[in-house]
């Protein structure tokens, strides 16, 4: 009868996709950030897919990142930071095909030209400040669905 019991419960449980979502473990839905901003660094973030995003192996998705200081003005990551992109799939846990790598096009300008999503759904991207040694020093959340 407990098992019974304990199995029913699991079945309510599994039966709503938003209970999966902040369970996923890979992502909540309390750090998903309305405006972009690396809240330590004091910088803004205004990012576009340059291309895409595709929800398919078969093409990659273009993100360019504009880095913002509080006066507005552009500026570069400093001291051997570099940007990293990451993104996963809450609903279903798991992450994306390929993150790609960020280059500088210009100072504060940065381009990721390798991203690869393996199907079309809801993603939770991640933006990440990367220290010289590779460490993550902040991280910003959004959701998109594609
Ligand atoms: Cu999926």
Same mark, same amino acid.
């Given at each position: ?53 595709? $929800? ?6 273009? #993100?360019?990142?504009?880095?913002? !200081?509080?006066?507005? &003005?552009?500026?570069? %990551? ?42 079309? $759904? ?6 990440? #400040?990367?220290?010289?040694?590779? !460490?993550?020093?902040? &991280?910003?959340?959004? %959701?998109?669905?594609?």
């Amino acid at each position: 009868m407990i098992r019974l019991m304990v199995f029913l419960i699991l079945l309510s449980a599994c039966g709503s996709p938003r209970n999966n979502r902040v369970t996923g473990g890979l992502g909540t839905d309390q750090k998903v950030q309305s405006q972009k901003i690396f809240v330590q660094k004091n910088i803004k973030v205004v990012s576009y897919w340059a291309q895409g995003p595709y $929800g398919t192996v078969t093409q990659k998705s273009f #993100i360019t990142v504009y880095l913002y !200081n509080q006066n507005d &003005e552009l500026v570069s %990551l400093q001291n051997g930071e570099e940007l990293g992109f990451y993104a996963v799939m809450p609903s279903m846990g798991h992450g994306l095909d390929q993150p790609g790598f960020f280059e500088e096009l210009a100072p504060g300008i940065y381009i990721n030209r390798n991203i690869t999503f393996n199907m079309p $759904g809801d993603w939770e991207m991640r933006l990440w #400040i990367m220290d010289a040694q590779g !460490n993550m020093v902040e &991280e910003i959340r959004w %959701l998109e669905v594609f």
